[in-house]
């Protein structure tokens, strides 16, 4: 992304008090260890995805995050 790294934009949605309550599922070719140091557990991402990935996998992911998101949030 041009000007901006995923980390930026993720800090961006969750300081919008119109997006902060959107599951965020971070995809990336860095090593969970990297993803650590830039500070994504302490930002509470969703999940992780690495690549290269199952769809499948990723998809199964997403729905997760959506039914937790919902339980959450009083949804279900």
Known sequence: MP???GFQIYREL???ENTKNIPIVVYTAQ???IV???GFDA???V???LKPFDS???ISLIEQ???QTKRENGFL
């Open 47 to 49: 999940d992780f995805v």
């Open 14 to 16: 969750k300081a919008c």
């Open 3 to 5: 000007g901006k790294d």
């Open 31 to 33: 090593s969970p260890d």
């Open 65 to 67: 995050s959506l039914k």
């Open 56 to 58: 499948e996998a990723l």
């Open 36 to 38: 650590a140091e830039k």
């Open 43 to 45: 930002l509470l991402a």
